[in-house]
């Protein structure tokens, strides 16, 4: 079994992919399901999230639009929360609520982007944080028959040391679950999460990290910080009823 | 001061721009200097190299076409030499060599390509490798008005440990002479300079040593693996004469 780990999304993925956007997507899609969400739509583009909050045609008697009750949307847009979405991606956020039998529609700056890239071509594709990060580990182990590449979403086109490191913590485990030759991304990652320190002072050290800690939003970075707390990983199902949305489950 | 390292060129570069290729390309391009040759033209494509090979349109008396004898022609594909080319990629190869008053014309699997990247926007662009680091570190220095983007060319579009090796070894020297504000790819890059072993163990333990070193080019990975034997930075001239190439000269 390889183990192939992009810095960013990059080139075309054959077998089963784990996307990471630790700060913030992938953590608080996690957590969305972890709080009773039915399932999660990535959306390419903050406009088809927002096309679907709506039912086409209908109004109530004031004449304004009826909203569509089985979805809620979150995201961001340079950390805050987008105009006519109901949530940001805070994981923090995300916990405080109760999402059961909802449909929670993303859209993020980057690791929406680099889930579309990952689903182009991968046969699987799931969606891991630092707060699955074992659970994601074993299921892609199980789902895997050649290779696992970790794809590391960044920040603006940027190599993101949060996702970096939390690949290598994946890497980790997977190791330890058996035998992989890794690529020199793997080692890279390896490298970093045995030299970076705790999970947190990664985090914290990290240039979005940082950016969110400006923006008030730390406790989102303590929240990502936390190591294989939950068991739900998001699985891109088969059934995809969305155009332009990719559709997550817990796996 | 800022410094950032790009793990792979990517983006645009406002100021200057070092361009690392240790196996081989950056490597070979400072010791064509060291060995005498006046100028390097990276060109685009093999062919825009075996194009300057020949002088257009003349013949000798048996009817072959003439040599263009101000030109020698190195450069590899996949790791071997390009057929019609005088040389292959070597360092070893080039020490062994006398280029006094030669242009010699490079093109590489992606050393070439990166540089050909960085020039599209940066003002300035050095070739750095783990020979040269130290004056490389030192003349960029000099010559930055705002940032230092040191950008590693990788294997095949995928990120080379060797590459990021050096950019951490001359991130190193950077911090050693002032101030810089460092992005993540830089914190990447020190935190594997620090880890990985000396240079020779971490060149020969990345995917690209093994394969040079199954090629039977493990000599050249040993020559890469040297730290600041040279002086020479290899700098883009302002003079760029033949379309499809970058001119550097020793600066």
Known sequence: MKLRV??????????????????????????YLERGAEALLLTASPDIALGLKWQPGLTDEAGDPLRDDRYLLGGERGGLAIPGFDFGNSPVEAAQQNFTGKTVIMNTTNGTGAAHIAAQSGSRVLLASLT???????????????????????????VGLEDVYAAGVIAEYLL???????????????????????????????????TLERLGLGEDVRYAAQVSESTVVPVLSDLQDVEGALRFVAG
């Open 6 to 31: 992009d810095l960013l999304p990059h080139g075309s993925y054959s077998d089963t992919v784990l996307v990471i956007d630790v700060l913030r997507a992938t953590t608080t899609a996690v957590t």
């Open 176 to 210: 330890a679950l058996g035998e992989l030759s890794v690529d020199d991304g793997a080692r890279i990652a390896l490298t970093l999460r045995r030299s970076a320190g705790n999970p947190l002072e990664a985090l914290s050290s990290s240039v979005h990290g940082q």
């Open 132 to 158: 699955n990060a074992h659970a994601a580990a074993r299921r892609a182990k199980a789902l895997a028959l050649e290779e696992i590449a970790i794809v590391c979403a960044g920040t603006d086109e940027r």
